[in-house]
């Protein structure tokens, strides 16, 4: 092996250590970021659940009571 394919090999090396670096510090961004966003979906599906139980709590409510006033 010549010294110029040494030094291409070694530079090589380093252009793909600096990559990896890179690439981890991205890849350690997007995971908080999805880790952010599941919050924020768990949050507003929460919510969500909620009024669907309000709605459905609303027309067996009213279900029942029409059902009483028919009967009476």
Known sequence: MTNEERNLAIKALEQIA???AECGERWGE???ELK???SV???HAARWEK???LVVGTVVTTGAGVCA???A
């Open 18 to 20: 600096r990559h990896e």
């Open 30 to 32: 997007a995971l908080n």
């Open 36 to 38: 952010n966003l599941r």
């Open 41 to 43: 979906a768990d949050a």
């Open 51 to 53: 009024l669907a139980w």
């Open 69 to 71: 006033a028919m009967l």
